[in-house]
């Protein structure tokens, strides 16, 4: 728990929450400056005892249950980065779901100028896949320049997808459909998802191939076999990454290697280099000690 982090967080939020925008009264006994809610408004409006409030404010509270720090986000108008924060700081963890059941449907309109600038193969998807932002070079992948409107659909049920898929059967699919399992077990009422599971099973190839997918998820640099229409046969190389104010919603950027597949080394982990940081530090000692 960070307890001056987790004040100033709770503050800060509490303070742009007028009483009168809550049917309340502004206190008005002597001493009472601070804007916004009070803590004992705040125990009224939640309907709990006196001073729980006030002890997670205080970092009194040790490990407050996930009701407790859900009805706080909610009433104080929390956004998504708002409600990590108030987990890291108040139980030293990352929240289990997101705030809003909906979030992940939605992201800043700058992303399609950050998908632009990209001159890999990259796009956005929502949290059902749906297509939320895409550059040219990944329009270029498909026969009519037109990205797919969802693209685990198109990578589950289109029959274009499984001859610019190579091998579709064995190096796609398999690792698709985990992914999709594991969204409609995140969320099983999401529509979009029912609906391509159910087109899925009713597909004689899709269905076996997703009856027997395992439960693994890989994606970040995982390695897939691509016919380019362009560019011929290759591979690409998978990076995925989430925007972190939409919990949910995926970038994937493919980087197309032409020329068929081969053995090759993995490329190495990537690792900040502290050796400056530390040489600087010693220069310094040894200046101020000789």
């Given at each position: 728990m960070d307890k001056v982090a987790l004040r100033g967080l709770l503050r800060e939020r509490r303070a742009l929450i007028t009483p009168e925008s809550q049917g309340l009264n502004r206190p008005t006994r002597q001493g009472r400056r601070a804007p916004g809610l009070s803590q004992a408004q705040i125990d009224q409006l939640l309907h709990r005892a006196p001073d729980t409030y006030g002890r997670l404010e205080s970092g009194r509270y040790g490990n407050?249950?996930?009701?407790?720090?859900?009805?706080?986000?909610?009433?104080?108008?929390?956004?998504?980065?708002?409600?990590?924060?108030?987990?890291?700081?108040?139980?030293?963890?990352?929240?289990?779901?997101?705030?809003?059941?909906?979030?992940?449907?939605?992201?800043?309109?700058?992303?399609?100028?950050?998908?632009?600038?990209?001159?890999h193969m990259a796009y956005v998807h929502d949290r059902?896949?749906?297509?939320?932002?895409?550059?040219?070079?990944?329009a270029a992948l498909f026969p009519d320049g037109r990205a797919p409107h969802n693209t685990m659909r198109w990578m589950a049920l289109d029959r274009t997808a499984r001859s610019v898929l190579t091998d579709w059967e064995n190096s796609w699919a398999p690792f698709a459909f985990p992914h999709l399992r594991g969204a409609l077990a995140a969320d099983p009422h999401d529509e979009t998802l029912k609906q391509i599971e159910k087109e899925v099973l009713a597909?004689?190839?899709?269905?076996?191939?997703?009856?027997?997918?395992?439960?693994?998820?890989?994606?970040?640099?995982?390695?897939?076999?691509?016919?380019?229409?362009?560019?011929?046969?290759?591979?690409?190389?998978?990076?995925?990454?989430?925007?972190?104010?939409?919990?949910?919603?995926?970038?994937m950027i493919l980087v197309f290697h032409p020329g068929e597949p081969r053995r090759r080394a993995r490329t190495p982990m990537l690792r900040a280099d502290t050796t400056d940081t530390a040489d600087t530090a010693g220069t310094a000692d040894t200046a101020r000690h000789p």
């Open positions: 407050p249950p996930a009701d407790l720090l859900e009805d706080v986000a909610r009433l104080l108008g929390m956004n998504e980065q708002e409600w990590i924060a108030l987990w890291r700081y108040g139980r030293g963890q990352d929240p289990p779901r997101p705030l809003d059941p909906r979030s992940g449907e939605e992201i800043p309109g700058v992303w399609q100028e950050a998908v632009d600038g990209i001159a059902s896949w749906n297509l939320l932002a895409h550059n040219t070079a990944f597909d004689p190839l899709s269905s076996r191939i997703y009856e027997r997918a395992g439960a693994h998820l890989p994606l970040d640099a995982d390695e897939r076999p691509l016919r380019h229409l362009t560019l011929g046969p290759g591979w690409v190389t998978l990076c995925a990454a989430q925007p972190m104010a939409a919990p949910g919603v995926r970038m």
